[in-house]
C-alpha cells in the first residue's frame, strides 16, 4: 500500500542555488520555476524505500532518511511545502515521476529510466555486489555470468536494468522487492543474489552460510530527477542544487546523520 505523508517544508531565505554553470547570485526563483517543481502548489517528492542507504521508514512509520533530507532542503528553498509518496520499489518510484503524479524523485540513473527523466549528476555512489552460499565454487565477480548460474535480483532495481545489459550467459530470476533478495535467493536455492553492498551485508550478518563476493560489480550512480515535460529551467535548477548540496557539505552530513556506511558523496559534476 502507497502512503502519502504531507509535511510543511521549513521556508527558508536562503537564496536559489546556482544555475548548474552559473553563479547562485544570478539565479532568481521566478513564479514559472516554482510552477514547474510544484504545479500543486506542493513539491510531490517520490522516495524509494527499496533503497534501505538512502530513505527507510521512522519509527512513526513516516518515510526518513537521506533522500527525504534533501527532498526537504529543495522545498525549502522554493519556499513550497512538501509531500512524501513512498515505494517498497524503485520501478513504482520511477513510474510515479515519469507519469508527473510525483514531482522529483531519487533514483539510480540508467538510460531506460531516462527516457522520461530528467537527471541531475549523482549526489551519492553506492556499490553493487554479489552474495553466495558459503559452499559456493564461486569466488569473484567474472565467475558469475556463466552457464547455470541464475541471478536473483529486486525487479526494477538499478542492479536489475544493469545487468539485463550486461549479463550474457547466467539467467536472471527476479523477485518483487529488493529486501527480499537473499531470502528468495535461498528459498529458490539459486546461485547468486545480487544487490545494494549494505543490504547485502546486513543480510549476510543474520543468515548463516552466505558471503559476499569480493570487490564490486557496478558502481551505482544515485541521483535526482523530476519529469522531462517540466522544462531544462527546472532542470537545470535541479541540477544546480545537487551539486550545492554536495559542495557545501549538505549530503555528507545526511549521510553521517543517518550513520550510513558503504555510500560516499559523489564527485562534483563535469561542465
Excluded: W
Aim: hydrophobic content about 45%; proline content about 5%.
Amino acid at each position: 500500500m502507497v502512503r502519502v505523508f504531507c509535511i510543511q517544508s521549513r521556508i527558508s531565505p536562503r537564496r536559489a542555488p546556482r544555475a548548474f554553470n552559473q553563479p547562485m547570485e544570478a539565479m532568481t526563483l521566478s513564479s514559472t520555476l516554482q510552477d514547474a517543481f510544484a504545479p500543486t502548489g506542493t513539491l510531490r517528492a517520490s522516495i524509494n524505500l527499496g533503497n534501505p542507504i538512502l530513505a527507510h521508514r521512522t519509527d512513526s512509520g513516516e518515510p526518513g532518511g537521506v533522500s527525504v533530507d534533501i527532498a526537504r532542503e529543495l522545498a525549502a528553498r522554493l519556499r513550497v511545502p512538501v509531500a512524501f509518496t513512498a515505494f517498497e520499489t524503485a520501478a513504482k518510484s520511477v513510474e510515479t515521476v515519469t507519469n508527473e503524479a510525483a514531482d522529483v524523485g531519487f533514483f539510480a540513473i540508467d538510460p531506460l529510466r531516462g527516457a522520461g527523466i530528467a537527471f541531475t549528476a549523482p549526489y551519492v555512489l553506492i556499490e553493487g555486489c554479489y552474495l553466495v552460499r558459503d559452499a559456493s565454487p564461486l569466488v569473484s565477480n567474472d565467475e558469475v555470468d556463466r552457464e547455470g548460474n541464475r541471478i536473483m535480483v529486486g525487479q526494477g532495481s538499478a542492479y536489475d536494468l544493469f545487468l539485463t545489459r550486461e549479463i550474457k550467459h547466467a539467467q536472471i530470476v527476479r523477485t518483487e522487492l529488493s529486501q527480499t533478495v537473499v531470502e528468495a535467493f535461498l528459498r529458490d536455492n539459486l546461485e547468486v543474489a545480487a544487490g545494494v553492498k549494505q543490504q547485502l551485508e546486513a543480510d549476510a550478518a543474520r543468515t548463516p552460510g552466505v558471503r559476499l563476493l569480493d570487490g564490486r560489480f557496478m558502481v551505482i550512480q544515485q541521483a535526482m530527477g523530476l519529469p522531462k515535460p517540466r522544462g531544462d529551467e527546472a532542470a537545470n535548477f535541479l541540477r544546480a542544487f545537487v551539486e550545492d548540496v554536495k559542495r557545501s557539505g549538505f549530503v555528507a552530513d545526511a549521510l553521517a546523520r543517518h550513520g550510513i556506511k558503504g555510500a560516499s558523496v559523489a564527485p562534483a559534476a563535469q561542465t
